[in-house]
Structure formats: C-alpha cells, structure tokens
C-alpha cells in the first residue's frame, strides 16, 4: 500500500504497469487499481483541464494534407474571405410569417435578445410612419385581402371588437370582408362598424 501511495500522483496507467512488474500481479487490472487509489483518497491531482497558460501540444503544427480541416469534403463547406452566412440578415431584410404578414428588419433593439436589430410587421411599420402609433384598442385591417400588401394606403385602424364583425360574427351569419367581393368589402366594412357604434351606444 506504501509503494502505491508513494506513486498515486502518477499516471494511472504507468503506476499499475510498475505495480503489476514488481510484484508480479497480473491479477490485478487498471480498474482495481484505480478503485483502490479512489477508495483511499489518493487522486492523481489532474483536472484533465489545461491550466491557464498551458501551450496547446498541436500550436504551430500544421494539419496534414487530406486530413481533417484540410480534407477535399472538409474545404468544400468552409467559408471563405468575403463569404456571409446563409442565414446572415441585414437592415432593412424582409421575410414572410407564418400567417402570411412581411415581417422587416429595422434597427431597434431586440427586447428579448438585445440584439441591435430585430423584427416588425412591415405593414404595421409602414403605416405608423404615415399615421402615427395605432391607437390602443385598434388593429390594422388588410383592406384587398392581400397581406403581402403592406401599402399603409391599403390598411385600416380598426377598433378589435369590429374585427369580428367582418369576420361574419359569432355565429357566421354575416357576410365576411375577406371573403366578400373586391366591389361589396367597403359596404361590409361600414355595416360592421354601424353594428360596433350602435352596440356601444347601446351599452352606454
């Protein structure tokens, strides 16, 4: 026990190599024996980290031809000077939602991420420059049904309650202002905000 104690800083692997020569213990393998230094308390004291200011063994070594990063398939994928990510976005950059609105990049801070830029709703966007901030309470209204549309001419601030009027109501027995003809929407447009103004006078 003395002679593994004395050794315990050493490499694992040497130690028990020495251990198993000198007494003739070739019974006992490389897991014992690590069992036994553990069960003691005799650590080797490595992290298995480089400690701050280690040199890296391979600094200034040159990989060779064909192999790793300076494999054919490996140089194919790898960027050149110039080259910009795929999925690079810059200001000013346009992509399409999910439910159909351009969404572009404009250079306010993201509030999630703090990112210097982040995403709105382009015909939102568009519309507040001409308009001004939509009023609490009110939503913008794809006036030709065409969401890629984002001409601040072609939405309207709507209160929220009227959306569901053009929607056909609750129940769907009114026409709905998307799918109503391109000549009848401004007609269905003011029967449901006739419907929302006598339904809040009506409610006081």
């Known amino acids: 026990m003395q002679w593994i104690e004395a050794r315990s800083k050493d490499a694992r692997a040497e130690a028990h ?11 006992v393998s490389l897991s014992n024996f690590n069992s036994l230094c553990k069960r003691k308390g005799w650590m080797t004291g490595r ?3 480089f ?17 790793g990063g300076r494999h054919p398939n490996a140089r194919k994928t790898q960027f ?6 795929h999925n690079h976005n810059y200001l000013g950059h346009e992509r399409v939602s999910k439910d159909g609105y351009v969404e572009v990049s404009i250079a306010e801070t993201n509030p999630h991420t703090g990112f210097e830029r982040r995403y709105v709703l382009k ?3 568009e519309w507040e420059k001409a308009n001004g901030p939509v009023p609490e309470g009110y939503a913008l209204k794809c006036l030709d049904g065409d969401r890629l549309n984002t ?4 939405w309207k601030a709507v209160p929220r ?3 569901a009027l053009l929607n056909g ?15 009848v929407k401004p007609t269905v447009m003011a029967l449901a905000e006739l419907k929302h103004k006598l339904r809040e006078r009506s409610n006081g």
């Open 17 to 27: 190599r020495k251990f198993c020569r000198k007494f003739g213990r070739d019974d």
């Open 151 to 154: 001409d601040p001419t072609n």
């Open 123 to 125: 015909h939102r966007h």
């Open 169 to 183: 109501g609750r129940h769907r027995t009114a026409l709905a202002y998307d799918a109503a003809e391109p000549e």
């Open 80 to 85: 050149k000077k110039g080259h910009l990510p």
């Open 47 to 49: 992290t298995g980290y």
């Open 161 to 163: 309650a009227v959306l």
């Open 51 to 67: 400690a701050k200011g280690t040199t890296p063994p391979n600094k200034g070594k040159k990989c060779p031809e064909g192999v």
